[in-house]
């Protein structure tokens, strides 16, 4: 098994840009995102992730909604969520649960001579109608304790929006909504952080702000 490189899961991206602070509204709004971050470094993943108990404003543009009524499941690059009033916590899913599709990022896995998928705390295994959420095998525990990797670098200041025009800070929520969504339809933008960055902050300048 080959070691990945440290990347930063894209939707979660677009929903750590969608959540901001309560401004006044005035021409002077300046905007402040924050979500607190996890990095699961088991078995050499090295991927970021929303910590269990984050609420987002709205699901990921493309996830999968899994079982129904109040056991209903919203599923998308290896994140799952719940309805938590009008938005949307991120949990951990309960065993049992099937999702027809791996997340993008996984590793491949054979614990007590058993096949496994890991990604983001949660061990799948391979049923007829996809991929079931399964108990933690017990050699899971050993592999908790692998000597981890050096710590990721510290991320990047978190961007301040200046709007040009006068927007109200109703509107500049609605303008990066609309951005965060165009940002992930093009290409690349899935697989590399930068170009979902860039492409959010050229919407932006184009509907009258600044990033800095």
């Not at 991206?13 to 979500?35: G, T």
């Not at 690349?188 to 009258?208: H, I, L, P, T």
């Amino acid at each position: 098994m080959t070691p990945m490189k440290p990347v930063l899961s894209l939707p979660l991206l677009a929903l750590c840009a969608a959540l901001a602070a309560a401004a006044p509204a005035h021409a002077d709004v300046r905007v402040r995102a924050n979500i607190g971050m996890v990095f699961d470094n088991r078995y050499h993943h090295d991927h970021y992730y929303p910590a269990p108990g984050y609420v987002a404003p709205y699901v990921p543009h493309g996830a999968i909604i899994v079982g129904a009524g109040p056991g209903r499941y919203w599923f998308h690059g290896g994140v799952w969520y719940q309805p938590y009033g009008p938005r949307y916590r991120v949990v951990l899913p309960p065993v049992g649960v099937v999702i027809p599709l791996l997340p993008p990022a996984y590793v491949t896995l054979t614990l007590g001579g058993l096949p496994y998928f890991y990604a983001n705390g949660v061990y799948y295994r391979p049923v007829p109608e996809g991929y079931v959420v399964a108990t933690p095998p017990p050699e899971a525990v050993t592999a908790q304790v692998m000597p981890a990797p050096p710590p990721p670098p510290p991320p990047k200041a978190e961007p301040i929006i200046y709007p040009r025009n006068g927007q109200t800070a109703e509107q500049l929520e609605n303008d990066r909504r609309e951005c965060n969504r165009w940002a992930t339809t093009q290409p690349n933008a899935q697989a590399d952080a930068s170009v979902f960055s860039r492409a959010v902050e050229a919407c932006m300048d184009g509907r009258g702000y600044t990033i800095k």
